[in-house]
């Protein structure tokens, strides 16, 4: 990445505890909300092994503040921070605030729902804030896979309907109110149903990523969690 420095870049992963219940439960009235529990944890796994490739400072800003044990067991080479409370929005604006108070002048937030997303988009989205203010990976879903500030822009997450296909459209709206400049990178999709989950298994089986082991791996443990009559895939 040529224009990206450990010291000046900060790289999050917004987790949850994969408590059954609390997490995927959309894929958990198709599989079960245990099975959907394992399969987030899954992904929460195979998004800490492959942003390990990449050479920003690491954060995993977790949640809720009394399962710190179970995410240190994962994230062993990270740093752990609580997401604290509030809706999404005041958490994420709270993680950005603290990112820069602690003298990050570029950083870049994600989820964990979309475990195959390319390591090229994260690597653009530093790049793009060497320039700009913020920068964002739409979902499509109507929401945002990922969001990079070089700034605070606490205005861009409030004020939004959460987990709604309206959240991009808002976050726009915030931006322009604001009169902050972005950019976005290509879009990509979040995993939340069973369709979405045999679209991941497909899309790993057919990856030309072979060299990416986190991905093999999360191919493989897939083949647990999918019913008899799901797809198969070779």
Not at 67 to 90: C, V, Y
Not at 102 to 131: C, H, W
Not at 132 to 146: K, Q, R, T
Request: charged share 20%.
């Amino acid at each position: 990445m040529k224009s990206m420095t450990t010291d000046k870049c900060c790289l999050g992963v917004f987790a949850k505890h994969w408590t059954p219940g609390k997490v995927k439960t959309r894929l958990g009235t198709s599989i079960g909300d245990q099975h959907a529990a394992e399969v987030y944890r899954l992904f929460v796994a195979t998004t800490l092994a492959r942003l390990r490739r990449l050479t920003a400072n690491r954060v995993v800003a977790f949640s809720p503040d009394e399962k710190e044990a179970a995410f240190r067991s994962i994230a062993t080479d990270w740093n752990l921070q609580s997401q604290g409370s509030g809706d999404l929005g005041n958490r994420m604006a709270r993680f950005f605030e603290a990112q820069f108070a602690a003298g990050y002048k570029r950083v870049v937030l994600l989820g964990t729902d979309s475990p195959n997303v390319p390591l090229e988009y994260i690597e653009q989205a530093f790049d793009m804030l060497s320039e700009n203010e913020a920068v964002f990976g739409p979902s499509e879903d109507g929401g945002y896979y990922l969001v990079g500030l070089s700034r605070p822009l606490s205005e861009a997450f409030q004020g939004i309907t959460w987990s709604t296909s309206e959240v991009w459209h808002m976050t726009q709206e915030r931006l322009r109110h604001a009169g902050a400049t972005y950019l976005m990178l290509p879009s990509w999709y979040d995993v939340d149903t069973l369709a979405d989950l045999q679209r991941l298994r497909s899309d790993l089986a057919n990856s030309i990523e072979t060299s990416d082991s986190a991905l093999q791996e999360l191919r493989e443990q897939l083949a647990n969690f999918l019913p008899p009559n799901s797809p198969h895939y070779a």
